[in-house]
């Protein structure tokens, strides 16, 4: 099938585009909607706007659009005029969806394929917790943390590859607070740095922390594509 794909820039949405080639789509161009503020209950907010240096390693085109407010449908009305779009300049079939297990996502992004006439593809729905971070670790994946708003994570997780060891520390911390272990409730949100659909690795040249003492986010000020090619 002949796909977009709903990008955010996370680990998420990018495995999910692996995971979607892996089973015999083509993906023929990403799709992001920047949203107005961290407080939108839809998208992805930190660092969204690094997603073109992703897709520019990627070699897919990008289509973007702004919302002008966090409300959730207005959200969805700019999702849906540039998946039009994308169906109208690329033939796409469907999106790919990288939710895991929020229900009210995907329902809005079921709602809105529906409407254009597209199928949704949710690949790594109902992926077990601690066995899908290792997946992602095992086939390669590298991504930081770059916000945290959950009992348990402090500033320190900001900027922090995630590797089997401190995915260890992740989950006694997961199980001692009660947070979702794949941040998919809003407990943190993550950057890819590098995973083999990258041709380049991105290289963060210049960063910063924003510490509230409940809740923080690591700022990419400067990043760029390395020369090393895969």
């Given at each position: ?196 659909l990258f041709k380049n690795p991105i290289s963060i040249k210049k960063s910063k922390k924003v510490w509230d003492g409940y809740r923080g986010r ?13």
């Open positions: 099938m002949i796909l977009a794909a709903l990008f955010s820039g996370g680990k998420d949405s990018t495995f999910s585009i692996y995971k979607a080639l892996k089973l015999g789509h083509k993906i023929k161009c990403l799709v992001t909607v920047f949203p107005k503020s961290d407080e939108s209950h839809l998208l992805h907010y930190s660092n969204i706007e690094l997603s073109e240096l992703q897709s520019k390693s990627m070699g897919l085109p990008h289509l973007t659009i702004k919302a002008s407010s966090y409300d959730t449908e207005v959200e969805l009305e700019r999702l849906g005029e540039v998946l039009e779009l994308a169906k109208t300049k690329f033939g796409i079939e469907g999106i790919v969806h990288g939710g895991i297990m929020s229900k009210f996502q995907k329902e809005k992004f079921q709602n809105i394929a529906g409407e254009i006439g597209l199928e949704l593809i949710s690949p790594i729905w109902n992926k077990g917790q601690t066995d899908y971070l290792k997946e992602l670790i095992e086939e390669n994946f590298d991504f930081i943390i770059t916000s945290v708003s959950a009992d348990g994570l402090d500033d320190s997780w900001l900027g922090e590859v995630i590797d089997l060891d401190n995915l260890n520390i992740l989950e006694s911390l997961s199980s001692k607070h009660g947070f979702n272990i794949n941040f998919e409730g809003g407990e943190a949100e993550t950057f890819v740095i590098n995973c083999p690591f700022e990419i000020l400067e990043a760029e594509l390395k020369n090393n090619v895969r």
